[in-house]
């Protein structure tokens, strides 16, 4: 393994030797993209769910959402919350609360598996102001013959993981535990330093995954290839970019759309890795992955019925 480490290692370097322009102008991309994207988006949220988290506030968050999401996906009150942030948040919000709730034992193990498999989603407001009004410029045209409108779009999104939510719950429901005698705080609320310094520190990560793979798309788009072939590779690297590059290269249609929101729903592999890194438990891993798979599938089922029938 430390072999195959170190060839790997080695090729970056002549990558980097060979290629210095087209990694310097990805970097540059990715550092842009962090500044004006990445943490205006999540640096404040994640000051906010950190510092609830740490004062144990999401049971109280969750009040008014708990008696329907927890006969619906089978949550606990502190669930509930990583439910709310994982569905509004935006990547890797989801991942990263739950990781934090496990670590503060706010939320057993069974939990946190379960709820890894559906409550990492893109946010509510990229897929409106990026994708259907940046990337779609709010055309819902698809094929020329069928029209698809804003509401039916997000639920096209966001309904494969409701699903995934519902159907995995009977998996896990004799293993969630809700005894709150064996869930409590072991911890002291956290300083609000430590909230800043925590927040800080996730963001940062985030960012240099956001430049590794903003490097990598520079290589794609420098390989001469189809645009289809371009727009499915771009789009599964890195979401926000492969999502404007297929809007602008491919031209309005379902392939087009299923596209941009299968990668919507995926994240791309720069949010994947993203994502897993929140995940200080490992095992949580297997289960996000899985997750995405059963929600991936189910997407794909329902646009062929709607589109391609």
């Known amino acids: 393994m430390k072999k195959l480490l170190s060839f790997i290692c080695i090729a970056i370097a002549i990558i ?10 990805g970097v540059k991309k990715g550092i842009e993209l962090s500044i004006y994207s990445v943490i205006p988006a999540l640096f404040p949220f994640m000051l906010l769910t950190n510092y609830m988290i740490s004062h144990d506030l999401c049971q109280y968050i969750s009040y008014f959402f708990y008696p329907f999401l927890s006969k619906l996906f089978h949550v606990s009150k502190n669930g509930c919350f990583a439910v709310l942030i994982g569905f509004t948040g935006g990547y890797p919000m989801g991942a990263k609360t739950i990781n934090d709730l496990y670590e503060r ?4 193990n069974s939990e946190a598996k379960y709820l890894s498999t559906f409550c990492n989603n893109c946010s509510l407001s990229f897929l409106i102001n990026y994708i259907i009004y940046t990337c779609l410029n709010n055309r819902m045209i698809v094929d ?4 698809i409108d804003t509401k039916s779009l997000i639920a096209l999104v966001y309904l ?7 159907v995995n719950r009977f998996f896990f429901k004799k293993k ?3 005894d709150k005698t064996n869930l409590h705080s072991t911890n002291h609320p956290a300083k609000q330093t430590s909230v800043i310094r925590s927040s800080t520190l996730s963001i940062l990560n985030l960012c240099i995954y956001v430049i590794c793979f903003s490097v990598l798309v520079e290589f794609v788009h420098s390989f001469t290839m189809k645009n289809l072939y371009k727009c499915i590779i771009v789009s599964l690297v890195e979401i926000t970019s ?6 602008t290269h491919l031209p309005a249609g379902s392939l087009q759309l299923f596209i941009i929101l299968f990668v919507c729903i995926f994240g791309g592999l720069s949010i994947t890795f993203q994502s897993i ?11 996000y992955i899985i997750g995405k798979i059963e929600t991936l599938l189910i997407f794909a089922m329902i646009f062929v019925i709607l589109f391609m029938s």
């Open 242 to 247: 492969g999502c404007k590059y297929t809007a």
């Open 144 to 147: 020329g013959n069928f029209a």
């Open 105 to 108: 034992n706010l939320i057993s």
């Open 176 to 178: 969630i535990i809700f």
């Open 160 to 166: 494969p993981a409701v699903c995934v939510g519902i």
């Open 16 to 25: 980097i030797l060979l290629e210095p322009q087209t990694v310097t102008t």
């Open 277 to 287: 890194s929140q995940f200080k438990d490992k095992s949580f891993m297997k289960y």
